[in-house]
């Protein structure tokens, strides 16, 4: 248990469907981020939010849009997805943007 | 942030310790190593990191070369639970410091 949780654990969605993932810490951190990790692959960073604010969008497409509402929560939403897009979803927060990153449990998402 | 080598995979007899190289030969002065694992389709555990001293937890220990080109986790004592990937990772500690993840060493624990 490291004080990050992630809803839903699995999802399957088809291509038309929007849906959401949501990550919540319950450590005080102030830094929270998104990665991809897709089969046999390294983990991928995808979106760094500081203090509620993004500082980061590494070159993720439109189809994924993030939303920090407060330093504890973090969503993901998702539309009009491709089945490449199925993958491991993982959250993850650190005090400051530079310090010890903690991560949630991740959501496995299959994409129809 | 330098790159890392490690072995793609390692067993190691439950009880005995787990010794997991990694090298950083192009390591700054500023980068500090970290070792996460992640144990099958779950999310990556953070273990230990370091600067230049060893260093100890809980979890393992962290051994660093004095020119600081290379490390040793040590798992002193392994468990079954102990199975995952580990991954050794180089980065700044800083404002833009990423975490970057390579392929790891998966570590296999038998009975």
């Known amino acids: 248990e490291t004080g990050v949780t992630q809803t839903p654990r699995h999802l399957v969605m088809g291509m038309t469907n929007k849906k959401s993932l949501k990550c919540e810490q319950h450590?005080?951190?102030?830094?929270m981020y998104w990665y991809k990790q897709s089969a046999k692959k390294p983990l991928e960073l995808m979106f760094v939010y500081n203090f509620k604010e993004q500082t980061e969008n590494n070159s993720v497409p439109s189809r994924f849009s993030p939303e920090c509402p407060n330093s504890s929560h973090l969503f993901l939403h998702l539309h009009t997805l491709q089945p490449e897009d199925s993958a491991l979803y993982l959250c993850?927060?650190?005090?400051?943007?530079?310090?010890?990153?903690?991560f949630g449990p991740g959501t496995r998402l299959t994409v129809l | 942030d330098a790159k890392t080598t490690q072995p793609p995979s390692m067993d190691c007899a439950e009880g005995r310790a787990a010794n997991l190289p990694c090298n950083h030969s192009t390591i700054s002065g500023n980068e500090y190593v970290y070792w996460y694992r992640q144990i099958h389709s779950q999310g990556p555990q953070y273990i230990i990191h370091?600067?230049?001293n060893n260093e100890t937890n809980e979890m393992a220990s962290l051994i660093i070369t004095e020119d600081r080109k290379s490390s040793t986790l040590i798992l002193p004592h392994a468990t079954l639970r102990d199975t995952a990937v580990y991954y050794c990772?180089?980065?700044?500690?800083?404002?833009?410091?990423?975490?970057?993840f390579g392929a790891g060493t998966q570590v296999v624990v038998t009975p």
């Open positions: 450590l005080g951190h102030n830094a």
């Open positions: 993850a927060s650190s005090q400051d943007r530079g310090d010890t990153q903690y």
């Open positions: 990772i180089v980065r700044v500690v800083d404002s833009w410091g990423k975490l970057q």
């Open positions: 370091g600067l230049k």
